[in-house]
T-cell receptor, first 112, second 108 residues
């Protein structure tokens, strides 16, 4: 089955700890994206990658980092510098940049 | 001001009713997407359109490029249609902008 997987579904961390969210796709898509969703707000783009070994900051990249060492994988690290990390995080991919996006199931991160 | 505005924010309907969700946008676009987000959080793409009208089962999406407006219609609504419906646009500069979503509840 082709698709995008994110793990874990729920994640709890203490303030001051870095945490890495996993995103894997087997759709052979070049482009991958990370979004953050907060109540009452639209999805906001954190980082995106158009191709392996390349990525660009989105609208709210501060406090986050990513890597794209493999086509299938685009992990997101939420660092201790992110002031308000508790949110729902969605990963997506598309065949090419700007194409129709396919979303993963999301990871709900709670930092206390 | 958001580049994408949706209305209504919340909608409650009786099973069987015809439903319309509206989306207006302010940027030049190459495509508009309608997405469905279920309570668990996962998002599914319903439609991608750049002109005219598309139909999938009981769902119909229309777009008017001149008026920068799109509508999503659900005919014969059912409780399983209860979800958040999100309008998103891909700008001519290849940026994505998302609306805040319309929360639909269909009551049996």
């Amino acid at each position: 089955d082709g698709g995008i997987t994110q793990s874990p579904k729920y994640l709890f961390r203490k303030e001051g700890q870095n945490v890495t969210l996993s995103c894997e796709q087997n759709l052979n898509h070049d482009a991958m994206y990370w979004y953050r969703q907060d109540p009452g707000q639209g999805l906001r783009l954190i980082y995106y990658s158009q191709i392996v070994n390349d990525f660009q900051k989105g609208d709210i990249a501060e406090g986050y980092s990513v890597s794209r060492e493999k086509k299938e994988s685009f992990p997101l690290t939420v660092t201790s510098a992110q002031k308000n990390p508790t949110a729902f995080y969605l990963c997506a991919s598309s065949i090419a940049a700007g194409g129709e996006q396919y979303f993963g199931p999301g990871t709900r991160l709670t930092v206390t | 001001k958001n580049e994408v505005e949706q209305s209504p924010q919340n909608l409650t309907a009786q099973e069987g009713e015809f439903i319309t969700i509206n989306c207006s946008y302010s940027v030049g676009i190459s495509a508009l997407h309608w997405l469905q987000q279920h309570p668990g959080g996962g998002i599914v793409s319903l439609f991608m359109l750049s002109s005219g009208k598309k139909k999938h089962g009981r769902l119909i999406a229309t777009i008017n490029i001149q008026e920068k407006h799109s509508s999503l219609h659900i005919t014969a609504s059912h409780p399983r249609d209860s979800a958040v419906y999100i309008c998103a646009v891909r700008s001519t500069g290849n940026q994505f902008y998302f609306g805040t979503g319309t929360s639909l509840t269909v009551i049996p």
